[in-house]
C-alpha cells in the first residue's frame, strides 16, 4: 500500500502530484520540485493515485508512463479521460521509457508533455512551469 509522501516547501501553488512505482524515483522527484518551490504529494499505486487526484481535484500530475490501475492499463489514459471530473488537468509523463514508441504511446495515452527522467532537473522544472499555466 502506497503512503503519500509530501515536500516540505510552502507554497500557494496546488500540489503537484508524483505518480511513480518506484518509491526511490518519486521521492526523488518530490525533492526536485519541492526545491523549485512546489508542494508535491507523492503516490506509487494507481488506484491511489487516482482516489487523490479525484479527492482533491488535482490540476498538475507528474507520472511515470506505466503504472497500471484496476481502472485501466495506464492511470495516465484514465486521468486524462475523466474530464468530467477533472477537466483542467494537465499531465507530464516523466519516464525511464525514452524509445520513440514510449513517447507516441505516452502523447496517445494523453499526456501534455513527456521528459525522458535522465534530463537535467531544470527541464522537468521548465515544463512543470509550463503545464502549471495550463492548469490555472
Given at each position: 500500500m502506497?503512503s503519500?509522501?509530501?515536500?516540505?516547501?510552502?507554497s500557494?501553488r496546488?500540489?503537484v502530484?508524483v505518480?511513480?512505482?518506484i518509491i526511490?524515483d518519486?521521492?526523488?522527484?518530490?525533492?526536485?520540485?519541492?526545491?523549485?518551490?512546489?508542494?508535491?504529494?507523492?503516490?506509487?499505486e494507481?488506484?491511489?493515485?487516482l482516489?487523490?487526484a479525484r479527492n482533491n481535484l488535482?490540476?498538475l500530475?507528474?507520472s511515470?508512463?506505466?503504472?497500471?490501475?484496476a481502472e485501466?492499463s495506464c492511470?495516465v489514459t484514465?486521468?486524462?479521460g475523466?474530464?468530467?471530473r477533472l477537466?483542467?488537468?494537465q499531465v507530464?509523463?516523466?519516464t525511464?521509457?525514452?524509445?520513440a514508441?514510449d513517447?507516441?504511446?505516452?502523447l496517445?495515452a494523453?499526456?501534455d508533455?513527456?521528459v525522458?527522467?535522465?534530463?537535467?532537473?531544470?527541464?522537468?522544472?521548465r515544463?512543470?512551469?509550463?503545464?502549471?499555466?495550463f492548469a490555472?
Amino acid at each position: 500500500m502506497s503512503s503519500p509522501r509530501a515536500g516540505t516547501a510552502a507554497s500557494a501553488r496546488p500540489p503537484v502530484l508524483v505518480i511513480d512505482d518506484i518509491i526511490s524515483d518519486s521521492d526523488v522527484t518530490v525533492a526536485v520540485l519541492d526545491d523549485a518551490g512546489f508542494v508535491a504529494v507523492a503516490e506509487s499505486e494507481g488506484d491511489a493515485a487516482l482516489k487523490h487526484a479525484r479527492n482533491n481535484l488535482t490540476a498538475l500530475v507528474v507520472s511515470e508512463l506505466y503504472v497500471p490501475c484496476a481502472e485501466g492499463s495506464c492511470v495516465v489514459t484514465v486521468l486524462k479521460g475523466d474530464r468530467h471530473r477533472l477537466p483542467r488537468l494537465q499531465v507530464l509523463v516523466y519516464t525511464r521509457h525514452t524509445t520513440a514508441a514510449d513517447t507516441e504511446w505516452a502523447l496517445a495515452a494523453g499526456s501534455d508533455a513527456v521528459v525522458p527522467k535522465n534530463t537535467s532537473p531544470a527541464v522537468l522544472i521548465r515544463e512543470v512551469r509550463r503545464l502549471e499555466g495550463f492548469a490555472a
